[in-house]
């Protein structure tokens, strides 16, 4: 079984036949979208806006990437972390924490048999990984085009109102590239976290994965430092705003060594992981 | 009884639970490394246990992780036996043997102790902790670094006896977990695998937080009110709605459907 018929079965399987469970990113979008509505009619009655302003579908992106400043901690201080921003990704984990384990303790162990080569198996899950963070991410998107369209206001453009509002004049002043940062960004760190989700998963367990990688998000909100990924799709933290480290570039780098080293690990290990002790799931 | 011993026997004993003590554990200590300081003995009033532990704050990365994973603690130990048991072919075995509704009860009280205890451990352990490195000095309202607003919830037993309001809110927390695990263990009936189990009380409690904050409902939210630091006041009324919700899904979801459940 070539690795082009093993990404098939994976997407044919872990992505179209559990197409119910990317609803969830359909929900996640209609209500961020309804959110920042009302934040917008709330700042226009309290004078902080003009006008009654129509948001677009970037203004909608930049909602849910605006994250939160970055925190300096004091014991006896206070932190909310931003729920909107983290909701992104836990539901992203939930939608892929099972399916590895399912698939290799079940049927997924003729098609091992099938592929003759565990690097390939492994291969695949990873490619598997990529394309349902981008089906997911398609979804949101596509949700806010459509909302937008039902709603008669259907734009691309950023609104520089509700920027300016929301986030900070900078990211305008410094012509941040927005395409790249709400569109590349974002799918660059989903799959970096997934990645990091199934190699744990494959370790230990699919729950043990959540809650690492649903920690490793915290993680990124209260420490302002490269290897945690977080920190490149948090606008607010963005170079352009606060200067630091996080830039496309770097974004790259490190996402890509992180994804790199999980894919690394996931390998050895499970070219070693004895896979007939078959674990009740 | 006997069953329901024999249950708290194996629940203890189970890798979800020995895991949950790990986390807490993990967690009570990471608190106390953040969120180390000085003693100040100078002209300020020194820093109290009741304003440092992970419940007398909400800034540091351990208190806010421990909040979030809190569901997942509490169903760690126990909440996914049913499921286990249905599928190895134990839980038709202990039917032929006794009445199916003293064995769900025995599974309920299992679910929600084991719940309770790994949900109250990071607090429990996290307090005990601290009181080595802290002095208890009783809060007061006039140095301005208690957070516990003067509306908050039993607000006077934390400025007069503090132990008995740590002891009091880890009671209330331990409910609260214990509540959740039940949920948890009559998801069972319903679905079929152990991580969907295990994460869906999460992924509700998350959405809950999201919603609620979003609507700026803090008292609603139960991040905000379980911990202990009362950053919006917490109401008893509210606390008991969630407990009486918990358990009556839980009860209708685990009994009815279980005492009809057709097991061949």
Not at chain 1, 97 to 110: A, E, S, W
Not at chain 1, 220 to 228: A, E, G, N
Not at chain 2, 58 to 86: E, G, H, Q, R
């Amino acid at each position: 079984m070539t690795l082009f018929k093993l990404v098939k079965y994976d997407i044919k399987n872990g992505v179209f036949l559990s197409w119910h469970k990317l609803l969830i990113g359909a929900v996640y979008a209609v209500i961020s979208c309804m959110i920042l509505d009302r934040q917008i009619q709330n700042a226009v009655e309290a004078k902080h806006l003009p006008s009654m302003l129509k948001a677009s579908v970037f203004d909608y992106l930049c909602n849910i990437f605006k994250g939160i400043d970055r925190y300096s901690f004091t014991a006896k201080g206070g932190f909310q972390i931003p729920a909107l921003w983290c909701l992104f990704f836990v539901c992203y984990f939930f939608i892929i924490g099972r399916y590895i384990v399912n698939d290799l303790y079940g049927f997924g162990t003729h098609i091992l048999l099938k592929a003759k080569s565990r690097k390939t198996w492994w291969i695949s899950k990873c490619i598997w990984v990529f394309m349902t963070a981008l089906v997911y991410f398609a979804v949101i998107v596509v949700t806010m085009i459509l909302y937008c369209a039902f709603n008669n206001h259907l734009s691309f453009s950023i609104t520089k109102e509700i920027l300016t509002f929301h986030v900070s004049t900078n990211l305008w002043a410094q012509g941040l590239n927005f395409g790249v940062a709400m569109l590349v960004l974002p799918l660059l760190v989903l799959f970096t976290m997934g990645m990091i989700q199934i190699t744990i998963s494959l370790l230990t367990s699919p729950i043990v994965g959540l809650l690492t990688v649903s920690s490793f998000l915290v993680a990124s909100v209260y420490f302002y430092t490269p290897m945690l990924v977080g920190n490149f799709v948090v606008l607010k933290r963005s170079e352009a705003v606060i200067g630091g480290f996080a830039n496309s570039t770097n974004a790259f780098i490190y996402c890509l060594l992180i994804a790199t080293i999980a894919f690394f690990i996931g390998l050895v290990w499970f070219e070693r992981k004895d896979i007939l002790k078959n674990e009740q799931q | 009884m006997k069953l329901l011993k024999e249950f708290l026997k194996r629940g203890v004993s189970t890798a979800g639970f020995k895991t949950a003590v790990m986390i807490s554990t993990t967690l009570a200590i990471a608190q106390i490394l953040q969120t180390h300081t000085k003693v100040d003995l100078g002209y300020q009033y020194p820093t109290s246990l009741f304003e440092i532990w992970i419940g007398g704050e909400w800034a540091s990365y351990a208190n806010a992780i421990t909040m979030l994973v809190l569901p997942i603690l509490a169903c760690l130990p126990f909440s996914t036996s049913l499921l286990l048991d249905k599928k190895s072919g134990y839980l038709a075995q202990l039917y032929l043997r006794k009445p199916r509704a003293k064995i769900l009860a025995a599974y309920y009280g299992t679910a929600f102790l084991t719940g309770a205890i790994a949900t109250s451990l990071p607090f429990a352990t996290n307090l005990l902790l601290n009181a080595l490195i802290y002095p208890s000095l009783l809060p007061q309202t006039t140095t301005f670094t208690f957070l516990p607003s003067l509306r908050g919830l039993f607000i006077e037993l934390f400025y007069t006896i503090p132990w008995v309001f740590c002891l009091l809110y880890i009671c209330i927390i331990a409910i609260f977990g214990g509540c959740i695990a039940c949920v948890g263990l009559s998801l069972g009936n319903f679905v079929k695998n152990k991580f969907v189990l295990l994460a869906t009380p999460f992924i509700v409690y998350f959405w809950i937080y999201f919603i609620t904050m979003q609507l700026g409902l803090y008292k609603l939210n139960p991040y905000v009110f379980l911990n202990p630091s009362q950053a919006g006041n917490a109401q008893m009324p509210i606390i008991l709605g969630y407990y009486a919700l918990m358990t009556g899904f839980s009860s209708i979801a685990l009994f009815a459907r279980g005492l009809k459940d057709d097991l061949i």
